[in-house]
């Protein structure tokens, strides 16, 4: 039972290039998020699927876009990376459509030269 | 505009005595509060939470106290143990859980044994 897994654990972009995050739940949840955190920022919601088959905007949704593949995958994709979107992503999930009770995967450190 | 505010972006307390982290929100649409605990290079974990009919909601050596007529929230850590050191985040919801977190910046708790 591994929980959240997020791909890659860390990632250099130049600007301009695009990338997609991967995440991937076995916990049978039906809600997925997609969280960035920024230094002095805290965790801001990008993009949210409250189950299988919809999806979504957050805080922040702005240049990124998701697909909840099925149940179990939600995936995050910067379509031209800029350096703004140096962050720590993090996915979690949740059992049902509410706040208590999300489960984080380990993040993905993504650096944007 | 930073609706959920964790004022104390670090703080040192000597193990065995009381930590005390606090957290302040403006928005009066929110009931829902909760505590998340994060370990450095993993996602954050949820710790307690406290709905806004209650005042108090305690776990073990951790305790949450909610004034709503303040907008603060305060947890408790009693006695404090080096395994405690890590950041936390206080995040917050309306509709009791069931619209999406805002987070705090979060604070950096020290142990030192």
């Known amino acids: 039972n591994a929980g959240v897994t997020q791909t890659p654990k860390f990632q250099v972009l130049k600007t301009g290039q695009s990338m997609t995050l991967q995440c991937a739940q076995d916990m049978n949840h039906n809600s997925m998020y997609w969280y960035r955190q920024d230094p002095g920022m805290g965790l801001r919601l990008i993009y949210y699927?409250?189950?299988?088959?919809?999806?979504d905007k957050g805080e922040v949704p702005n240049g990124y876009n998701v697909s909840r593949l099925n149940k179990r995958e939600f995936s995050l994709r910067l379509e031209s990376a800029a350096p703004s979107q140096t962050s720590v992503y993090f996915c979690?999930?949740?059992?049902?459509?509410?706040?208590?009770?999300?489960?984080f995967g380990p993040g993905t450190r993504l650096t944007v030269t | 505009d930073q609706q959920v505010k964790q004022n104390s972006p670090s703080l040192s307390v000597q193990e065995g005595r009381i930590s005390i982290l606090n957290c302040d929100y403006t928005n009066s649409m929110f009931d829902y509060f909760l505590w998340y605990k994060k370990y450095p290079a993993e996602g954050p974990t949820f710790l307690i939470s406290i709905s806004s009919i209650k005042d108090k909601n305690e776990d073990g050596r951790f305790t949450v106290f909610l004034n709503k007529s303040a907008k603060h929230l305060s947890l408790h850590i009693v006695p404090s143990q080096p395994g405690d050191s890590a950041v936390y985040f206080c995040a917050a919801s309306g509709n009791f859980g069931n619209e999406k977190l805002t987070f705090g910046t979060g604070t950096r708790l020290t142990i030192i044994p």
């Open positions: 979690a999930s949740g059992p049902l459509w509410s706040s208590y009770e999300q489960y």
């Open positions: 699927s409250a189950s299988e088959g919809t999806t």
